[in-house]
T-cell receptor, first 115, second 116 residues
């Protein structure tokens, strides 16, 4: 079974630009979550999508948005990039149905550098 | 609000030593789930274990063991006879109904360095 795939692996952007990151979940998983990892703040939850609907949202500004397609693939968009947005963005997929058996599986992440 | 504290920022051991990584959590949920993940230099978070709040049995998997104590809100992770390949950052995490079972609250992580 293929794991969680994130593209691209590395990205360099300049302030003010926007960026789109992509995540393909494990086959059969309906939940996709996004996390931001920085040395200072650690791992922080951005949002979760389940069956094309945002189910949970973290405490991030509106510049961070996402969506999920009917095949469960998800994209995350950051507009008007700031230097502080430089981070490793991790995507996780899970079945999303039964809390008693919920396990998140992570991709290798997209390393975003904002110059 | 949920919170996970990993007080040890970095631990250095020599191969074959035993090492325990501490994790203390806070939650108002009565049902919740605790996790440990390993993050090697490649960046991917690797799932190690999930524990339900109503199951306080300790678990052993090879050289890994976990001690869950609800009375002290702790979920500690021990590696027996550590190996160089164990070098990584280890994260403890928590999920529950208030935040969503698919939403994890992570600790800051403990970097484990195992030298030969």
């Amino acid at each position: 079974k293929a794991g969680v795939t994130q593209t691209p692996r590395y990205l360099i952007k300049t302030r003010g630009q926007q960026v789109t990151l992509s995540c393909s979940p494990i086959s059969g998983h309906r939940s996709v979550s996004w996390y931001q990892q920085t040395p200072g703040q650690g791992l922080q939850f951005l949002f979760e999508y389940f069956s094309e609907t945002q189910r949970n949202k973290g405490n991030f500004p509106g510049r961070f948005s996402g969506r999920q397609f009917s095949n469960s693939r998800s994209e995350m968009n950051v507009s008007t990039l700031e230097l502080g947005d430089s981070a490793l963005y991790l995507c996780a997929s899970s079945p999303g149905v039964d809390p008693a058996n919920e396990k998140l599986f992570f991709g290798s992440g997209t390393q975003l550098s904002v110059l | 609000a949920q919170k996970v504290t990993q007080a040890q920022t970095e631990i250095s051991v020599v191969e074959k030593e035993d090492v325990t990584l501490d994790c203390v959590y806070e939650t108002r949920d009565t049902t919740y789930y605790l996790f440990w993940y390993k993050q090697p230099p490649s960046g991917e978070l690797v799932f190690l274990i999930r524990r339900n709040s109503f199951d306080e049995q300790n678990e052993i998997s090879g050289r890994y063991s976990w001690n869950f104590q609800k009375s002290t809100s702790s979920f500690n992770f021990t590696i027996t006879a550590s190996q160089v390949v164990d070098s990584a950052v280890y994260f403890c995490a928590l999920s529950g109904p208030r935040s969503g079972y698919s939403t994890l609250t992570f600790g800051k992580g403990t970097m484990l360095l195992v030298s030969p």
